[in-house]
């Protein structure tokens, strides 16, 4: 592990929590998957009922926010244990995709990125 690997270190740190609780026979990709798939949903439902603006605005609202940071934490995190546990560089795999993305969607004439 990198010191300089902000990932890395929390996939390490997530590894030692899930070995201190015999979790890693729960930690295979499809209940991973599947978990993570629960925790969008709760992301999901923290503004499902709120109106764009508000969305827009959710990082700032002291009622939403806490509940947001708690539920993109956790998706986060489920993320990042699958991406250890398949031996998936998330980093890298995250830049080769906006690189393909580029790729498929150019900018629009006369626009800054």
């Keep these: 592990m ?8 929390l996939q390490e740190r997530l590894r030692r929590f899930a070995a201190a ?7 295979d990709p499809k209940n991973l998957v599947m978990a ?3 925790e969008a949903g709760e992301l999901v439902e923290v503004l499902q009922w709120v109106d764009q603006d508000s969305s827009r605005s959710a990082g700032q609202d002291p009622l939403l926010r806490p509940r947001l940071a708690e539920e993109m934490a956790d998706v986060f995190l489920y993320l990042l244990r699958l991406a250890d546990v398949t031996g998936i560089d998330l ?3 995250a830049h ?3 690189i393909a993305n580029a790729r498929r969607y150019p900018p629009i004439p006369g626009r800054k990125d």
């Excluded at 609780?21 to 930690?27: A, G, T």
């Design 21 to 27: 609780r015999d979790w890693e026979r729960f930690h």
């Design 96 to 98: 080769d995709k906006i």
């Design 2 to 9: 990198n010191a300089v690997d902000p990932l890395g270190r």
């Design 91 to 93: 980093e890298a795999a």
């Design 36 to 38: 993570l798939a629960g």
